[in-house]
């Protein structure tokens, strides 16, 4: 079949053939793989290919690294809290970003918050 013209239909294929092709690469190197994300025009089309490690939370290790600078316990990952009337679950730190280093998850979405959002998680020192 001779693509004559980008439409939504022949992005749907093509992200299938994406991750039917790479699955094999991803599973040999512990990895998943999944095109996301397709913009388009009538002659070109540019996904976001997102490859991530199977069984191991980034965020988790970084939180193991970086939690003390928070004073938060080393225990306190994926531990819920409340900020602002509801209650997130803390799943990582970023102290790159001084505004908003928390990550917090809450209704299937993910949240950046600022440091005094998890004080009630803080060890007083």
Known sequence: MEIKKITPAVCRKLRQAIDENLAEYAAETGLTVHARGASYQDNSVTFKV????????LNEEEFKETHFLFNLPADSFGKEFTYGGKKYKLVGLKPNRPKYPILAEHGGSRYKL????????QEKS
Request: no cysteine; charged share 30%; hydrophobic share 50%.
């Open 50 to 57: 997102e490859f991530v490690l199977d069984g191991v939370d």
């Open 114 to 121: 600022p440091e005094r959002a998890v004080a009630s998680l």
